[in-house]
């Protein structure tokens, strides 16, 4: 929960810090890290510049694409709503 | 319906584990942030860190990720060796990193860096800080020197 304070008000800078990554060919979705828990969230770019937490998990596996797809289907929920 | 994060945040703290939990989190998140910064300002690599304390760049790279759990004695030779020293200061646990009246006062006072106060706006602040340290004391840029010599 700390870092997502962090990501609240340090937003990309978290980059540096390898804290935050981007998923891998998926646009404005980015990974939050803390030990073993990842929290996929969607990068809102329009005003006010949001991230949305879109799904957490602990990592297991090399293997999460199951688990960024059901962020992908998320943010795309989110975007229609908007 | 509309909950904040903040307001979240301040039901859960009532819970004097979490807010033990979600402190330790804090303090590392918040020195990762700033020795990530300071590291990339004084050009530094990790790896070249590690070799000149002695561990291992996994290391500092959990270090810069939050990972770590380094004592205060690891905080003041890391920093140390950027040339740095660590100046602790306490604020509400709920309150900005970015507090502008905090990065205002610093600015005018002469500091390292920081943890507990805040993370740098961005390395011009940190230029200014690093900046104001070397009319008191020897320059950055000897001291890296010497850290790199070693």
Partial sequence: MAKI?????????LLGAKMLKPVKGENDLYELKSGQCRV??????????KFVLLNGFLKKGRRERGKIDEARFLSREYLSRK | MNRTFKEDLERELQDV???????????????????????????VTQTDLANLLGTSQSYIAKLERGDANPTIGRIGELLAVLGLRLSTNTIPLI??????????????????????????KDISDLEIAVHSEKET??????????ASSR
């Fill in chain 1, 5 to 13: 304070q962090y990501l609240e008000e340090c937003g990309l800078e």
């Fill in chain 1, 40 to 49: 996929i969230v969607y990068y809102d770019t329009r005003k006010g510049h």
């Fill in chain 2, 17 to 43: 584990e979490f807010a033990r939990e979600f402190g330790a989190a804090v303090a590392k998140t918040d020195f990762a942030l700033t020795l990530a910064k300071a590291r990339r300002i004084c050009q």
């Fill in chain 2, 95 to 120: 309150s900005s990193v970015y507090s502008e009246t905090e990065i205002h006062r610093a600015e005018n006072s002469g500091f390292h860096v920081s943890t507990l106060l805040f993370p740098l």
């Fill in chain 2, 137 to 146: 004391s020897d320059t950055k840029d000897t001291k890296l020197v010497e």
